[in-house]
């Protein structure tokens, strides 16, 4: 999951964490400085507010009792609670077990904490919360001055109560303030997360667009370098890269290309001298039999290394063709079951292999690469499997299927992914087979020849579960190509047929 973030099951690229980024970076900056302004500003706006209530409480009663003296009455406790009382504001005074009644305050709605401080001599105050509205309650002692000098409780206890709502109301503001400031960080880090996110992913989107076309192969793709940041350093060894890599490719594909020429031609040179050869082996297979011992086997040794010969050749001019792109198809309206028989027959495999073929299916395919095709696979199979060895043909819609099984012991599970190489053979230890190798390869080729609609024909091999190797063939229908440029068949060529009818073009040497 390199380069990028999973959430939610969906990949986020660079642009969205970039924005991410600079949104959580906004937003905690704009939270951490905001609250810190909200509570700071709070705190100063309560206290000042909450020490002019207590300034302006200490001051009335200073000013009141020292014209009036302490009061005596309950009429007395209630007119200068009245007096002390203002819009604002309400006062409840106690003194010697009688609490004043012109006020909202009554003793058991003071907290017990308030009353204790106030008992003690000492200005207290509480913030409360009454029906919603915030306000701070204040309580003190009236202090009598002694004549000697210092002051002693006088036992009357003043408790005022103080409307806060100017101040919460200012407070909101400023929190509404804070909000839209916060809004507007937000926005504008996104925008320069925007920015930043456009002025960073431009390059990097160039820089995977020329790795795209320099992966389907284009290797003159360069990168623009300006600047002398890390993108730009990035963008210098890409390009570094890129020529390098068209060195190396260029001399691979000249040295490739100079051994397919090479193959091609030694191929076709040797073709005249093998068809004159095959003829000798053929007189020396006749002759075999009347020949005195040594001779016998040695003419035989001939003929038979002779064919080997000349199919490895054949072998090598198809793969040659397949690898120059001259290998086209030559399309015909075949009836599949017939074709299969008929490439059964041709090699006298009939009676050894069982086939499994529904008649009426037909298929525009090219009968020669199929016969091709099922050569190396049934030769394979008999070679190298054990009998029986069924042939099933299945018809789809659009496709069609030919599966060539055996009851061998299977391929390994190590040969499996390389048993379309070319030349490769399971068996390293033999450094003498009669195969090439090159036969499943060729059947492989043959198959990825037949198309239809972009989606190329296929074989593919497995292991059975009840024991054997199948090779399951599988090639369009309706096959779409041009006919074969080659022009007509060439009897020397492979493709137009096996020329030994005695064996598959190489059905050996695969397992």
């Not at 077990?97 to 709605?109: F, I, R």
């Not at 929190?175 to 992913?201: E, I, K, N, P, Y």
């Amino acid at each position: 999951m390199s380069g990028r973030w999973w959430i939610g099951g969906r990949a986020w690229g660079l642009r969205v964490r970039l924005l991410l980024a600079f949104a959580s970076l906004g937003a905690i900056t704009t939270a951490v400085v905001a609250g810190a302004s909200y509570v700071q500003a709070r705190t100063v706006i309560l206290q000042q507010a909450q020490d002019a209530a207590v300034l302006s409480l200490t001051t009335k009663i200073t000013d009141l009792f020292a014209a009036e003296g302490l009061p005596a009455t309950q009429q007395e406790l209630n007119d200068i609670a009245g007096t002390m009382s203002g819009r604002d504001d309400s006062t409840l005074l106690v003194y010697r077990g009688q609490t004043s009644t012109a006020s909202s305050l009554t003793v058991d709605t003071l907290p017990a904490q308030l009353r204790h401080a106030v008992a003690g001599g000492r200005v207290a105050w509480q913030r409360v919360v009454s029906d919603g509205h915030p306000g701070v309650l204040i309580g003190t002692q009236l202090l009598v001055e002694r004549p000697n000098g210092g002051a002693v409780p006088s036992g009357l206890e003043i408790y005022s109560a103080h409307d806060l709502d100017a101040e919460q109301h200012s407070l909101d503001q400023l929190a509404a303030r804070d909000w839209a400031t916060g809004g507007f960080s937000l926005v504008l880090a996104l925008l320069l997360g925007l920015l930043a996110a456009r002025g960073v992913l431009r390059p990097v989107r160039e820089l995977g667009r020329a790795a795209h076309r320099l992966g389907e192969g284009d290797l003159t793709t360069r990168l623009s370098v300006s600047g002398s940041d890390e993108l730009a350093a990035v963008a210098r060894t890409f390009n570094d890269t890129a020529e390098a890599l068209e060195g190396y490719v260029g001399e691979l594909r000249r040295m490739e290309a100079d051994a397919r020429r090479f193959v091609a031609d030694v191929s076709h040179e040797l073709r005249t001298p093998l068809a004159a050869m095959a003829a000798v082996a053929d007189v020396l297979d006749e002759e075999a039999p009347h020949l005195p011992g040594d001779a016998g086997k040695a003419a035989r040794l001939v003929s038979q290394e002779t064919h080997s010969l000349t199919r490895l050749v054949n072998d090598l001019i198809e793969i040659s063709r397949f690898d120059s792109g001259t290998a086209a198809l030559a399309l015909d309206e075949v009836d599949v079951a017939s074709a299969v028989i008929a490439s059964l027959r041709a090699r006298g495999w009939a009676d050894r292999v069982a086939t499994e073929l529904p008649s009426g299916v037909t298929a525009r395919l090219d009968p020669r690469r199929l016969d091709i095709i099922l050569a190396n696979l049934v030769g394979n199979a008999l070679r190298h499997g054990a009998e029986p060895v069924r042939v099933r043909l299945r018809a789809e819609p659009d496709w069609l299927v030919i599966e060539v099984s055996d009851h061998g012991p299977g391929l390994r599970p190590e040969v499996l992914p390389h048993v379309f190489d070319r030349f490769y053979k399971a068996d390293t230890a033999r450094t003498r087979s009669e195969g090439s190798g090159l036969g499943l390869a060729i059947a492989w080729e043959n198959a990825q020849l037949h198309r239809r609609a972009g989606e190329r024909g296929s074989l593919v091999a497995a292991n059975r579960p009840e024991g054997g190797a199948s090779f399951t063939l599988r090639l369009p229908r309706r096959a779409a190509d041009p006919a074969d440029p080659r022009g007509p068949a060439d009897p020397m060529d492979p493709a137009a047929g096996p020329m030994d009818p005695r064996g598959a073009t190489d059905p050996g040497g695969q397992r």
